[in-house]
DNA sequence: TTAAATACTTAGTAAATCAGTCAGGAATAG
DNA sequence: CTATTCCTGACTGATTTACTAAGTATTTAA
């Protein structure tokens, strides 16, 4: 578990797409400009969001990204694990076999830590966000500043 | 908010020392040596922990660290922010006010988040993890097998 | 009073990671 | 066919990590 501005990338450019589900697949370049991420580093990320099974390329035109499973089965753990390298534990290199077969103290403080944490945001799904009050007003104000969708009808 | 190996190390040193309370204050030669983490960078660290008003030193020798408030009163989310630089809000630089004065969609999804992850890191305090079952019996092993402590009394 | 033990500070550094560019290839809709 | 998109890999400057080195300041104990 470890948490960077590489992981907050890949959360918001999730919930663009966990958000516009309805209206069919989000092509990379829409989320580079309207969330402000370079296009590049987006392929980056989710060459690995695709590589763990968390969202599905649409190739062509009208192409796009849309998600591989349902926003109420991805959790934020779920994308900063596949995004951010899992930090090693040092010593043992996450063996936990410090102490002659079992974890040593060091091992077990931040095992036991990081459990909780990991719990704690495995509990947080995307959809937990979608339907907020204010959200959905502030996405169709950036649709419109952006001009996205247009010509688009709502998707099958 | 950020979380990375750096805040690992503060928040595993800071365990050491709440773990030794009773004992007296505690060296960051002792933590060097138990926990695996190099002694400058120790310093560093505890600096920052230092300036946040979380530790006390005391020079000299029989010196160390303490804790300036009770292991009650210090929540990990203190431990990891005083010590990693928070990570910044790329477009409006935290600021809030790309939207016309309100925050924006990007801003509004991350802050959220942020706002739940560090209400939930807030609420774990070092004492929560002090006395499980298997700790104690660790620290011990461990303090034996680095002879800390050797000839020290219950401190006043 | 001296010596040792500790906290504290600053400067420097190799390696890793971040965040991005660039250049292209592969699939698909129209 | 052509434009659009995903997809891949190589490369890069800037920053951060984790650490070393070398000192200074303060306190205890002999
Ligand atoms: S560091 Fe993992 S068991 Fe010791
Ligand atoms: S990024 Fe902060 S308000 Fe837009």
Redesign the pocket.
């Known amino acids: 578990m470890?948490l960077?501005?590489?992981g907050r990338?890949a959360v918001t450019a999730m919930m663009d797409i966990a958000l516009h589900e309805k209206v069919g697949?989000?092509?990379?370049?829409d989320i580079s400009q309207c969330q402000g991420?370079?296009?590049?580093?987006l392929?980056?990320l989710?060459?690995k969001l695709?590589?763990n099974g968390l969202?599905?390329?649409?190739?062509?035109?009208?192409?796009?990204?849309r998600l591989a499973k349902p926003a109420s089965e991805i959790s934020v753990a779920d994308i900063i694990d596949a995004v951010?390298?899992k930090?090693d534990l040092?010593k043992c290199g996450g063996k936990g076999n410090c102490d002659g077969g079992s974890k040593c103290l060091t091992h077990k403080l931040w095992y036991d830590l990081t459990c909780d944490l990991h719990r704690f945001l495995s509990g947080i799904t995307l959809d937990q966000y979608l339907n907020r009050p204010h959200i959905n007003e502030l996405v169709k104000k950036q649709d419109e500043q952006y001009g996205r969708f247009i010509n688009r009808r709502t998707a099958a």
Do not use: C, H, N
Not at 25 to 29: G, I, M, N, R, S
């Open positions: 470890k960077s501005t590489k990338y697949p989000v092509t990379l370049a991420i370079s296009l590049s580093y392929e980056q989710f060459s695709r590589r969202v599905q390329g649409v190739r062509g035109p009208g192409g796009g990204y951010d390298e930090m040092t």
